[in-house]
């Protein structure tokens, strides 16, 4: 039997009715062995695109379309990208693809993170932007000088007016990358900053105890998800591996005039909540976040000051959803990659109990102001 549960929330500004959200999610694709999903993408249309980074091994793909008629995973843009060659001349390949965005003038944008174990002057980090429906590529940008191997690009979002793409660096400096999409220019800002890495007195937690590497160490991940606010005014980002969560404007970010002292006194500190690895941001200016150590979904909303954020669970049942890794907005609906990391990446993972797999649920109405 279908159950529900009813929020009751309180927002600044803002007339709250109690709603009624469904606990059961619809599930969109699941996928099969050789395709461990983590990043999620949604066209205008409703096509679903998924990707499978090589982080923990490489994949049947790395980037696909899934077939709305039949479910079928289809290489994208076509297989011969798709065909890993670490000298591959000439042939643009994926590397390792953490992340898919689609933009409010419906590109699809492909972050691909490249390896420390590839030689990154062949094969340095790109972001890659896309004509969804046909595949076609509109621009490239390349990330060849001041990412070192031993960072990691991992999540994008764009702004198509002010034509700037703001990405997280989850491994070793921890920061922002900041790329004007007109002059393809980008820097890193925020590096090994209070919100630029993780905070080395929190750590993951899976079932109860410390997460560890599969050498025995404690995983450390620095900027990770990151969300931009509806009005394009501010960016929200946090580190993995501990619970806190920051916003900076987008203007600072843009402006290269500030050094990163200057930038980091810019940055608000929203307080700790749930441990989440991707964040969305929907119209309404709510926070999608997954809860990675209790395997749920919660939703973010500003206090009234704007100072803090407060958590509203919207979904607990480990048993269907396990980790929600990312998410997408398209339609009404937000889409969430439940990649099932705690089963796959740890020494002390559990045997996996099931197949990564695409969920999505209908979006609650925005509350009408006062």
Known sequence: MKKLFV???TLAGFSVAAQAAPTQLEVVKKFPPDFNMIGVGVSHNGTVFASAPATIKRYSASVVRVDAMTGALIPFPNAGWNRFDADPGDRPV???????????????????????????????????EFDPASGRVLRTYLFNHDILPTDSLNDVRVDTKTRTAYITNEWDRGGLVVLNLDTGAY?????????????ERQHLHIYGQLARKKDGGLPVTQDDGIALSADRNWVY???????????????????TSLTDKQLDAKVQYLGQSVMSGGIEMDSCDRIWAGDIEHHRLYMLTLS????????????????????ADGFAIANGYLYISDSRLDELAFRN??????????????LPACQMKK
């Open 7 to 9: 929020l009751t929330l």
């Open 94 to 128: 994926w590397v390792s693809v953490p992340a898919l965005w689609v933009d409010d003038e419906n590109h699809l944008w492909v972050l691909d993170s490249s390896l420390p174990s590839v030689d990154q002057k062949k094969l340095p980090p790109k972001l890659v």
């Open 187 to 199: 820097r890193l800002v925020l590096a090994n900053t209070r919100s630029g890495v993780a905070d």
């Open 237 to 255: 980002y946090r580190p993995l591996t501990d619970h806190h969560y920051y916003r900076i404007p987008a203007a600072a970010l843009r402006d």
């Open 304 to 323: 009234k000051d704007q100072k803090r954020l407060i958590p509203h669970k919207i979904y607990d049942n480990p048993k269907v959803m396990d980790w």
């Open 349 to 362: 993972s559990r045997p996996i109990s099931g197949p990564t797999t695409i969920f999505r649920m209908k």
